[in-house]
């Protein structure tokens, strides 16, 4: 437990543990802090929107015990940080401090201790991702010890039909779903040793958030690919306009094709626009914790 004092900010106490009634001030906070953010960044007609909270109680329920808040002197929420962890590789986000809270080091111990909770889970790899323009929160992330890696990538495909439909590991028979688990974390760690993706799998499907568009070899039927996707809207209130992809595990590069193919097919007979996919070659900002002390 950690107390902080400044003139400005009297009192601020935590981590706290995120439940699931503070979905509604955590929105608000996260909407100031990002929406100031881009105002100091010149863009100052952006304002953005809260999160579906659907979206909201995904992050939570797969964070765990790294979803962690601050708390002032009238209870109000002052900082969050949500950090997951998928076998390996651990990773923070979404975090913010409310902008009359910035400045007085609430940003930085909300850092560390997503950190310290991260390193004590054994992750090897902790990431996380901000903007390239945006060079107050980069100069802010080196200061704690991360580095700039290379970009991340936003793609996006028209939704189209396929020869044949997905695969898709929610349609499936309930007794079928924990072998199916276990051959997308056998795929992983084949590819990724240590990496681990199936918490996310199972809690989409469980959430009703999406499904696992599941790619077997056509001649042997192993499973040779799968892609975790989410179907609920973004922002609060908004209609399903896209179909996001989470992760994306092939075995061989050749079959990107056609996996591409089952997420257009998918994105249309759930009534979507287009297929997002994000394109990690590395996490923008990155450290290996054995290698330094934070």
Same mark, same amino acid.
């Given at each position: 437990?950690?107390?902080?004092?400044?003139?400005?900010?009297?009192?601020?106490?935590?981590?706290?543990?995120?439940?699931?009634?503070?979905?509604? =001030?955590? $929105?608000?906070?996260?909407?100031?802090?990002?929406? #100031?953010?881009?105002? @100091?960044?010149?863009?100052?007609?952006?304002?953005?929107?809260?999160? $579906?909270?659907?979206?909201?109680?995904?992050?939570?329920?797969? =964070?765990?015990?790294?979803?962690?808040?601050?708390?002032?002197? /009238?209870?109000?929420?002052?900082?969050? $940080?949500?950090?997951?962890?998928?076998? +390996? #590789?651990?990773?923070?986000?979404?975090?913010?401090? !409310?902008?009359?809270?910035?400045?007085?080091?609430?940003?930085? #111990?909300?850092? @560390?201790?997503?950190?310290?909770?991260?390193?004590?889970?054994? +992750?090897?790899?902790?990431?996380?991702?901000?903007?390239?323009?945006?060079?107050? $929160?980069?100069?802010?992330?080196?200061?704690?010890?991360?580095?700039?890696?290379?970009?991340?990538?936003?793609?996006? %495909?028209?939704?189209?039909?396929?020869?044949?439909?997905?695969?898709?590991?929610?349609?499936?028979?309930? /007794?079928?779903?924990?072998?199916?688990?276990? *051959?997308?974390?056998?795929?992983?760690?084949?590819?990724?040793?240590?990496?681990?993706?199936?918490?996310?799998? +199972?809690?989409?499907?469980?959430?009703?958030?999406?499904?696992?568009?599941?790619? !077997?070899?056509?001649?042997?039927?192993?499973?040779?690919?799968?892609?975790?996707?989410?179907?609920?809207?973004?922002?609060?209130?908004?209609?399903? *306009? #896209?179909? !996001?992809?989470? @992760?994306?595990?092939?075995?061989?590069? %050749?079959?990107?094709?056609?996996?591409?193919?089952?997420?257009?097919?998918?994105? !249309?007979?759930?009534?979507?626009?287009?297929?997002? =996919?994000?394109?990690?070659?590395?996490?923008?900002? +990155?450290?290996?914790?054995?290698?330094?002390?934070?």
């Amino acid at each position: 437990m950690a107390t902080l004092r400044s003139p400005q900010v009297r009192y601020v106490e935590g981590p706290h543990p995120v439940r699931r009634e503070d979905i509604p =001030a955590l $929105n608000q906070v996260f909407s100031d802090a990002f929406t #100031e953010r881009y105002r @100091k960044d010149g863009l100052v007609g952006v304002r953005v929107p809260f999160l $579906n909270p659907a979206v909201w109680r995904y992050a939570i329920e797969d =964070a765990g015990g790294g979803a962690m808040l601050w708390r002032g002197e /009238r209870g109000e929420i002052l900082g969050f $940080n949500v950090a997951h962890l998928s076998g +390996a #590789e651990g990773w923070m986000g979404p975090l913010a401090v !409310r902008p009359e809270a910035q400045g007085h080091g609430i940003g930085k #111990e909300v850092v @560390k201790a997503g950190v310290a909770w991260l390193r004590e889970q054994g +992750a090897r790899v902790i990431g996380l991702e901000t903007m390239p323009r945006t060079m107050d $929160n980069i100069g802010f992330y080196s200061t704690l010890g991360f580095q700039p890696g290379r970009l991340t990538f936003t793609l996006t %495909l028209d939704a189209a039909p396929a020869e044949r439909p997905a695969t898709l590991l929610g349609r499936l028979p309930g /007794r079928e779903r924990p072998g199916l688990l276990e *051959e997308c974390r056998d795929l992983v760690q084949s590819l990724l040793p240590g990496y681990d993706f199936t918490r996310e799998i +199972a809690l989409t499907d469980d959430l009703s958030l999406g499904d696992t568009v599941l790619l !077997r070899d056509p001649d042997g039927g192993r499973l040779i690919g799968f892609a975790l996707c989410h179907s609920v809207p973004l922002v609060e209130g908004r209609a399903r *306009e #896209e179909l !996001r992809v989470l @992760k994306l595990v092939l075995s061989r590069d %050749l079959d990107l094709d056609a996996i591409v193919r089952l997420l257009q097919d998918y994105a !249309r007979r759930c009534g979507m626009t287009v297929a997002q =996919a994000q394109k990690w070659l590395a996490p923008y900002l +990155a450290y290996e914790p054995e290698a330094l002390t934070v």
